[in-house]
């Protein structure tokens, strides 16, 4: 079965300071992986995904990830938090194999101190 | 840049009535999905079209939720009687050939 876990819910860290927020996915097959930031009362917006290729992925904001197959995983990192980046911050999977439906997971909730 | 369109973005409705959402996709997007998000939670899906049709819609509570996108565009979602379980956020995304969905600002609804 598809599914994703963030096993992070909520992560404070200071403003300037490295962030690193976990994923792990199950997926059958070859998967399509995403990274979404939720404000709060918004819609998501995408800031990275990985669909094939170079295993570590640029995306907006000065975000990464790296995709690890052998460990089913698929972390976000920034290298200096900014205070605008606090927000929820979902991974999602998907595919060709489920008729390109994602799976979420919870969501982790960054706090930024000044 | 095209974005997904959805209103209302708030809706309050007491139980028992009838409520709908619409969705306006990104131009040339066949597929939309509907999902809703409880506080706290991811999204999860609801329903899926291609076109018009309906690609999936196991998770659709059919005995009050209702979703239809009669042209292949814009769709609407109607839940009828709204239960207070239903308040959630109902988000909408489209997406194209290139696999990534787009999301709309999403619907907050709060039922009581």
């Known amino acids: 079965a598809q599914s994703v876990t963030q096993p992070d819910i909520h992560i404070t860290v200071s403003e300037g300071a490295s962030l690193e927020l976990r994923c792990n996915y199950s997926y059958g097959a070859t998967p399509y992986l995403f990274w979404y930031v939720q404000s709060p009362g918004q819609g998501l917006q995408l800031l990275l995904k990985?669909?094939?290729?170079?295993?570590l992925v640029q995306g907006i904001k000065g975000f990464e990830a790296e995709f690890k197959r052998s460990q089913s995983s698929f972390n976000l990192r920034k290298p200096s938090v900014h205070w605008s980046d606090a927000a929820e911050y979902f991974c999602a999977v998907g595919g060709m194999d489920t008729g390109n439906q994602f799976y979420f997971g919870t969501g982790t909730s960054l706090t930024v101190i000044p | 840049e095209a974005e997904v369109a959805q209103s209302p973005r708030y809706k309050i409705t007491e139980k028992s009535q009838a409520v709908a959402f619409w969705c306006d996709p990104i131009s040339g997007h066949a597929t939309l999905y509907w999902y809703r998000q409880i506080l706290g939670q991811g999204p999860e899906l609801l329903v899926q079209?291609?076109?018009?049709?309906?690609?999936?819609d196991s998770q659709l509570p059919k005995d009050r939720f209702s979703a239809e996108r009669l042209k292949g565009v814009d769709s609407t979602l109607k839940i009828q009687p709204a239960e207070l379980g239903d308040s959630a956020m109902y988000l909408c995304?489209?997406?194209?050939?290139?696999?990534?969905?787009?999301f709309g600002p999403g619907t907050r609804l709060t039922v009581t």
């Open positions: 079209f291609q076109d018009e049709s309906v690609v999936d």
């Open positions: 995304a489209s997406s194209s050939q290139d696999r990534e969905q787009y």
């Open positions: 990985y669909f094939s290729g170079d295993t």
